[in-house]
């Protein structure tokens, strides 16, 4: 139980385009997504917290017009990196907790960001 | 400012040793308590939750909490070299919904 898919795992993108990454819990529904990112021997930073059916909330420093997240239901959450660059390349892991659950996050196995 | 701090490592046991991974935590009303393990260029994988005082064991994995001391840590039996990877300690954040603060991670090397 408690399985976390995300799709692409891997993307490579010319600057200036949008990637689209979706997040889906597949056997239980998620109130609350996660998004986060984590450069090369860094450790997980959070990047916005998504509740279904609401704004994300974003943490402070991450813009909100270029990291657009949708949470259009129980179990889809997707992360758009609007105009990529090259510094926006990076590892993106979203996580997802069960509705009516623990504060326990299972994380999706993470999407492989190039911008070229 | 919440933080949760670890020891970065890398850690060296010999295979079949007991390796000890430490955390302490600055928030005193984080009630749940999280360690994931993170292999090289993926994503974290639930370990263990913790979330009353004392110990809590599942097969080779015993998890630790004393929250008077505001301390959590996660012993390893029988090390295997599989168990090479970093370990990452995790605290709900008492006024964030659902957030978990991460510390840095342990690396931890288990050698055959």
């Known amino acids: 139980g408690a399985v976390v898919s995300q799709h692409p795992s891997r993307v490579i993108c010319k600057s200036g385009t949008s990637v689209k990454i979706e997040c889906r819990s597949l056997d239980f529904q998620a109130t609350t997504m996660f998004w986060y990112r984590q450069f090369p021997k860094q450790s997980l930073m959070l990047m916005a917290t998504s509740n279904e059916g609401s704004k994300a909330t974003y943490e402070q420093g991450v813009e909100k017009d270029k990291f657009l997240i949708n949470h259009a239901s129980l179990t889809l959450s997707t992360l758009t990196v609007t105009s990529a660059h090259p510094e926006d390349s990076s590892f993106y892991i979203c996580?997802?907790?069960?509705?009516?659950?623990?504060?326990?996050?299972?994380f999706g196995p993470g999407t492989r960001l190039t911008v070229l | 400012q919440k933080e949760v701090e670890q020891n970065s490592g890398p850690l060296s046991v010999p295979e079949g040793a007991i390796a000890s991974l430490n955390c302490t935590y600055s928030?005193?009303?984080?009630?749940?308590f999280f360690w994931y393990r993170q292999y090289s260029g993926k994503s974290p994988e639930l370990i263990m939750s913790?979330?009353?005082?004392g110990d809590k064991e599942d097969g080779r994995f015993t998890a630790q909490l004393n929250k008077a001391s505001q301390y959590v840590s996660l012993l390893i039996r029988d090390s295997q070299p599989s168990d090479s990877a970093t370990y990452l300690c995790?605290?709900?954040?008492?006024?964030?919904?659902?957030?978990?603060?991460f510390g840095t991670g342990t690396r931890l090397l288990v050698s055959p």
């Open positions: 913790i979330y009353s005082n």
């Open positions: 928030d005193r009303v984080s009630q749940s």
């Open positions: 996580s997802a907790s069960e509705a009516g659950g623990t504060d326990t996050q299972y």
């Open positions: 995790a605290v709900n954040e008492s006024e964030g919904f659902q957030k978990l603060v």
